[in-house]
């Protein structure tokens, strides 16, 4: 049970951390202003 409740964690982790890294990269890929896909916009 203790396994599982840590696999869990780990892969929710895993998950949040994959999206901060899609929201700076589409922040690099693309200007501040006038861009729909600003992080704002992200969630």
């Known amino acids: ?3 599982n409740i840590s696999l869990l ?3 929710g982790q895993c998950n949040a951390d ?3 890294i ?10 501040a202003t006038g861009n729909k896909n600003h992080i704002d916009n992200i969630r």
């Open 18 to 20: 994959k999206a901060g």
């Open 9 to 11: 964690s780990a892969l």
């Open 1 to 3: 049970m203790d396994l």
């Open 22 to 31: 899609r929201r700076v990269e589409l922040m690099r890929a693309s200007p």
